[in-house]
């Protein structure tokens, strides 16, 4: 089948401005925002967000990675597989607003392992869960706080995020 | 990744790298607030140790719980493994009991290597020492050591490519030296060694080492680092060499040796250590000296070994897996 | 009793005709006719061979019964070719009085399967210090001649040379087990590259060599007659032939492993390849080939060292040393020595039979498969192959390092004093066996 590009590079930053504004208005008092992406394109989300939110509101953000391999419910069906680290910023997440970033939600397992893996760094006020895409499919209670683009799809169909700092260029499609 | 770890000359360079970087995540763990790791729940890792070593087995221990895994310890002394009980009925005993990783340290060269060739018990093997023969995750520790105090945070996807490295002692008898050799030649060390005669193997000149025989002309070399091995007096009875007093004198890692290192050489010693005979205070309490580091970094690398060896299926399964 | 007629073998693999025999002995060769009553044996392309004599044997009984017996051992040897066995001293008690040889011998005589040739103790208990009672051996029934304290080495250089001495005086002679006990304490595979990479003691070449050149120094001295066991460097092969080229009376033996087998198979740390002496390098194995070749070395020896499962299965160090021989190694010797073309099949007459038969001083030997001479004799299907298992072995023990590898050659007949122990290609059973080889000897 023949890949179908769904959202295009000025799609992609107009999607992940409206994500840092929706951010900044749901943002309580004088809370300090951590912006945590799961590795890999995630992460580069999120320091992409965290960097749009320090123009317009300077000074009350971070942004660092949460690796969540270990945490997986299927590490032991499938090959080890390498982790990659995790950066929490100076100040860590104890009474932090952390938003969780990642590109695709689907069955919500990854964002399940997030939320353990997040605990056993220290007690966030709240936490948020922003992503690029929501395909839909989950299988666990979880929704996501900010979406870019809901993407109705079928199991049978492939989403591809591509980011230009890993993969060259800034697309997403889907086969 | 390798079913077993049983030799470092099992591992390529991107294998000995994997787990080097994978230790750099669990020691980042270890300051978290919770230091505790899911990955090895529900799995069942046994340390079985024919010959005494509180160190090892203790820094096994903890790295087998930090990943929540179950651990049960079989030490030679007090269980069956003393009575007489073979390498195989043992074996076969654990294999019953659900082990998923055997952690062994055997006072017999090729134990570990039996275990997992022989066809007892389907585990993962890991080597914690075979009697003269290789102690991988010990070698492993001393490159994660090395790279660290040579590359900082630095460190991930690096080798050791240019460091040069003197190994001194009693090379025959050590089967840390023999890990080191591989290991560190593989991760592109230059690999010196340095002893009497006496401790050489038979046939060193076919390893991929520059041999001295005296320590002075090792530290003309200037090397990067300094790894004394603990030598063992006893051997002074098989006439390997006369007294420890002349041992000290021409291999020992003495408080005037000292002066000849290099600002940033570092001193290694994988313990415990016979202060006086191989390796003077001077030398061990040094800046220098890497000692406590080694036994912190332990833990990391065995955490890598059993999280890459254990926690994963050994059946290939679909590449990707997760949420797409 | 019946005589038996074999057809159309080729002896020595030289000519073809038909032997007869009766009670026992070779009578006719020729091209015969079948006699009434006659058994005839089709041996159309089988080779006959003297029956084969090791001078080399653990039989383990008594002692070591859960190993091997005197029974099990001579059914392995039957099933390989052998018709006559040293057996080793090293048993519990050691064979060091006439009291143990001659039970030895008797059980061998009433087995039937070989002729069973009890090798004595030098000194009493293996210890290495006091000379055992030789003489009374020697006198004894068993008529022992060949004298070793196998398992260890005769260190004490002046025992040995009172051994040497004292052994000639009953036309016997000492089988030495060249090692140097002090430079091979805890010695676990042979000293090189590869002991090193692999952390086992390593077995230096030095501490065999060592031995041979002060024993053949001793021999030559005290005019004795020198045997030394298992032959496994190619240094000792240049001590042992400067020793015959000075005419001193030195005999020497290989064992089919060192023909075959290296030191790269302890990599494995598989046990079955744990030997004493240890499996050396390439260079010595083609040495000692040659040396067998051109007669510096005189004979093939098996050392049948047979041992339980759970002596093997454990770690190396903790293993048992040796292995089981006497099965295959007609087929060793072919693939090592025939087939390479440095031997012919009269050569392992002479390296399997007749010289191992006079340095044990076994009667009947001398002159093989000729009228008159006893009808030992074995009939070998040299063309065929087979890839060896447990199955082929016919002893207690399964310790052969062959299992697994496919080699040459099959035994399909043997005949001890005319008895058939083999019967195409099957061990016939123990009764029959005893019944037939009791009214032989009856006559
Ligand atoms: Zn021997």
Redesign the interface.
Known sequence: MVARTVLHDADITRALRRIAHEVLESRRGDGRLVFLGIPTRGATLALRIQQIVDEIEPGVSSAGSL?I????D?????????????RIPAGGIDDAIVVLVDD???????IRAAL?AL????RPRVVRLAVLVDRGHRELPIRADFVGKNLPSSTSE???VRLTEVDGNDEVTIE | ?IQHLLSTRDLDREAAI?IL??A??MA??AD???R????LR??TVVNLFFEDSTRTRLSFESAAKRLSADVITFSAKGSSVSKGE???DTAQTLAAMGADAIVVR??????A??LA??GWIDAAIINAG?????HPTQALLDAFTMRSRRHGADS?GRGLDGLRVAIVGDI?HS?VA?SNVWLLTTLGAEVHVVAPRTLL????E??PVTVHEHLDDALAAAPGAVMMLRIQTERMR?AFFPSSREYAREWGLTAERMTQLGPDTMVMHPGPMNRGLEISSAAADSSASTVLDQVTNGVSIRMAVL???V????????ST???? | MTGILIRGASSLGEHTDDIRIRDGVIIARGSLTAELGERVIDAAGLIALPGLVDLHTHLREPGGEASETVLTGTRAAAAGGFTAVHAMANTSPVADTAGVVEQVQRLGERHGYATVRPIGAVTVGLAGEQLAEIGAMARSTAAVRVFSDDGFCVHDPLIMRRALEYVATFDGVVAQHAQEPRLT?GA?MN????????????W?AVAEEAIIARDVLLAQHVGARLHICHVSTAGSVEVVRWAKARGIAVTAEATPHHLLLTEDLAR??DARFKVNPPLRRDEDVLALRAALADGTIDIVATDHAPHPT?AK??????AAFGMVGLESALSIVQRTMVDTGLLEWRGVARVLSTTPAEIGRVPGYAEPLEVGSPAHLTLIDASSERTWSVADLRGRSQNSPFVGETLPGRVVHTLHRGVSTVLDAELVDAETVAAAHEAVTRG
């Open positions: 690796d391999t270990l945490y997986r299927d590490l032991a069906r499938t090959p080890t597989r390498t982790p990659a680290p995790t695709v939600l689907y069955s919500g397992r990854t353990d605990v056993d760094h220290g492939r989403v591809s | 990744m994997r970087d994978v750099e995540d980042q763990t978290r607030e919770v505790k790791l899911p990955p529900g799995k073979s390498l195989k055997h006072h017999d060269s090729g134990a290597h039996q060739h022989a075979d009697g003269t023969h290789e991930r025959l089967r023999r193997p038979h046939g060193i076919h390893w098989d999280y890459l060896l926690a994963g299926s050994s059946e290939t399964a679909d897996g997760g949420e797409r | 304490q676990q000293e090189g590259a590869l002991s090193g990479e692999l952390g086992l003691a390593g230096p494995g740390y759970e299965e454990c770690t190396w160090a903790e």
